[in-house]
C-alpha cells in the first residue's frame, strides 16, 4: 500500500507555513515528512501526517488547496551508497524521481526517503527486487 502525501498550495508570504502547521497541530495532526519548495508566487507544501484523511476535511474546512497522492516511503541502507541502493534500480527501471525527502523521525537507524515517482507501482517493485524496506501503514504512527 502506498503511503498517502498531502501537497498544499501556499501563498509565498511570511506566516503562511506556519498557518498551516498550527492549524493542523490544533486538530492532532503531526506532520512526519514535510518539505517546503518556494517558488515566485507560490509554494508547495509536501507532508506525510498521522492522519492524512482527516488532514483532508481540515485542509478543505480552511479553503486551502490541496490534493493527495500516493508516494512510496523507504529505508535508506546504512552503508555507504545507501542512497544509490534506492535511486539505481529506480534509473533501471526507467522510473523519474519527480522528488524526494526524508521523514522527521525513524524506525530504527536507517534514513527513511519519501519518493515521488512516475509510476509508483513499477518502481515499488524495482525497491522490493533489490531487497529495499518500504514502509508502509507504520509511517502514520511514527
Request: glycine content about 4%; cysteine-free.
Amino acid at each position: 500500500m502506498a503511503v498517502m502525501q498531502l501537497s498544499v498550495l501556499l501563498g509565498n508570504v511570511p506566516g503562511t507555513l506556519s498557518r498551516l502547521t498550527n492549524i493542523l497541530d490544533r486538530e492532532d495532526i503531526t506532520a512526519k515528512a514535510l518539505l517546503a519548495a518556494s517558488a515566485a508566487e507560490n509554494s508547495t507544501v509536501r507532508m506525510v501526517v498521522n492522519d492524512p484523511e482527516r488532514a483532508a476535511t481540515v485542509l478543505e474546512s480552511f479553503r486551502f488547496d490541496y490534493e493527495i497522492t500516493p508516494v512510496l516511503a523507504a529505508e535508506v541502507p546504512l552503508h555507504p551508497g545507501g542512497m544509490n541502493a534506492i535511486l539505481n534500480p529506480l534509473a533501471k527501471a526507467d522510473i523519474n524521481v519527480l522528488y524526494l525527502y526524508t521523514t522527521i523521525n525513524r524506525i530504527g537507524k536507517e534514513t527513511i526517503v519519501i519518493l515521488g515517482v512516475d509510476n509508483i507501482e513499477v518502481a515499488r517493485e524495482a525497491l522490493r527486487q533489490n531487497w529495499i524496506h518500504l514502509i508502509e501503514d507504520e509511517i502514520y504512527s511514527l
